[in-house]
Every structure is written in structure tokens, then in C-alpha cells.
């Protein structure tokens, strides 16, 4: 009982922080980068919450049968460890790095041996699940940093572009009757550009009110165009 729930605290510990990397480098969608009021990671928790009550679902809460989906988990992790922690010593080359580089090549090899061990034995009893599930995850992965290398892309980030000389922008703003707030809209809206344009809906019940807000806005600003929009839908 209590190794579980410790490899389920590990789970919930570890796997929201991965994700939060993953999502620094647009391996996963950044949402997972924020923390709620509380400073946690509260979006990974969830979706790992909502993933682990599926899984213990799928096999009715049998936690024996998800044994050898754990072992295959844990081995595959230290193998990639310690082979990264080879190419890390190889590419660093601080003193003694090659006993280094020797000893986690040696437990590379070990880890690995017992993945391929627990793959072949136990891939009739849940064995399967990670060999499909893992590749469909570097694809997912894949696909997700594709779609912000071309957002990026597309909005230029990072790129030293020109600044544009000039930008021609309109503003609408819609409007009621001439009143106040009528006088405020329009003054902010000629701050923020050349050119301003109001708008004026007129339901079928209040066509006669065209031609006196015409007149109203002509004598109080002359040079806005208004726009009148009939239509028949609320």
C-alpha cells in the first residue's frame, strides 16, 4: 500500500513540472506553463487526475495489471537518463569524464536490456499499451511543435523586421443618438486613428429615427461619416 501511494505522489510531483518543460520548449500546448493563485502546476495535476482514473478504469482498479506498464515506464526513464548523461559528459569533458561516460554507459545498457526484457514478456499483459501509447506521444509532440514553429512564423517573433512607417487603421464606433458619451467614443476613436466611422442599427420599429440622428450627427460632427444599418433581426 505504501509503495503506491508514494509512486503516485511521485507521479503527481514529477509529471506536472515535465509537462511545464515540455511546454517551455512547444513540446506540449503552453497552458501547462501556469500556475494557478497557489503557485501550482494545477492544469498538469488535473489532466494526470483525469488519465490515471481512465487507466485504473480500464483495467477495474486491478493496480497489479498496470505493474508491468510501471516497469517498462521506469526503465525507459533511467535508460534515457543515463544516456543522456553520456552525451552530456562526451559534449562537457570535465576531469574524468570518460570513467564517467564508461559507468552510465554501463547502466544504459543494463536499463535498456531490462526494457526490451519486460517488453517481450509481459506485451500480452499491458506490455502493448506502452509500446503504442509512447510513439503516438513523440508524434503528438511532434505535430504540436510544428504548429508554434509556424505561429511563430507567421507573427515574426524573433525576427528583426523593419518597423512599419505608417499603419492606416479606422476605428466604428456604435452609436445610439448624440449625447455625452457619444462626444467621448469620438474623441478617443479620432486619437487612436485617421479615420472614424460610426454605426447606427435601426430595427424595423425605428426606421423614422434615420433621418433625425442624420441631422443631429451632421451639425455635431461634421466630419464623421455615419453609417445607418437596417435590418429586421433583433
Known amino acids: ?6 509512486a503516485a505522489n511521485t507521479s503527481f510531483g514529477g509529471l506536472p513540472l515535465l509537462a ?3 511546454a517551455r520548449d512547444n513540446l506540449m500546448p ?3 506553463q501556469l ?3 497557489r503557485m501550482v502546476l494545477a492544469r498538469g495535476i488535473v489532466v494526470l487526475a483525469v488519465l490515471s482514473g481512465l487507466l485504473l478504469a480500464g483495467v477495474n482498479g486491478n493496480t497489479d495489471a498496470l505493474i508491468p ?25 570535465p576531469p574524468r569524464w570518460r570513467r564517467r561516460t564508461r559507468l552510465n554507459g554501463l547502466g544504459a545498457l543494463l536499463s535498456g536490456l531490462a526494457t526490451v526484457i519486460f517488453v517481450l514478456t509481459k506485451f500480452t499483459q499491458g506490455a ?7 510513439p503516438l506521444l513523440i508524434l503528438l509532440f511532434a505535430r504540436i511543435e510544428r504548429y ?6 507567421t507573427i515574426g517573433l524573433g525576427s528583426a523586421s523593419r518597423m512599419p512607417s505608417h ?8 452609436v445610439t443618438a448624440v449625447s455625452r458619451l457619444s462626444d467621448h467614443a469620438i474623441a478617443v476613436a479620432r486619437e487612436l486613428a485617421l479615420r472614424t466611422l460610426a454605426v447606427r442599427v435601426l430595427l424595423p420599429q425605428e426606421r423614422e429615427l434615420g433621418p433625425r440622428l442624420e441631422a443631429a450627427w451632421s451639425t455635431r460632427y461634421p466630419d464623421v461619416e455615419l453609417h445607418l444599418l437596417q435590418t429586421e433581426y433583433q
Open 1 to 6: 500500500m505504501w509503495h503506491r501511494t508514494l
Open 20 to 22: 511545464s518543460l515540455l
Open 30 to 32: 503552453h497552458f501547462f
Open 35 to 37: 500556475r494557478n493563485e
Open 69 to 93: 506498464m510501471f516497469a517498462i515506464g521506469v526503465f525507459t526513464g533511467f535508460t534515457l537518463a543515463q544516456a543522456g548523461m553520456v552525451v552530456h559528459w562526451r559534449r562537457r569533458r
Open 128 to 134: 502493448w499499451l506502452v509500446v503504442v501509447v509512447v
Open 148 to 153: 508554434y514553429d509556424r505561429v511563430a512564423r
Open 167 to 174: 499603419l492606416t487603421m479606422s476605428v466604428v464606433v456604435p
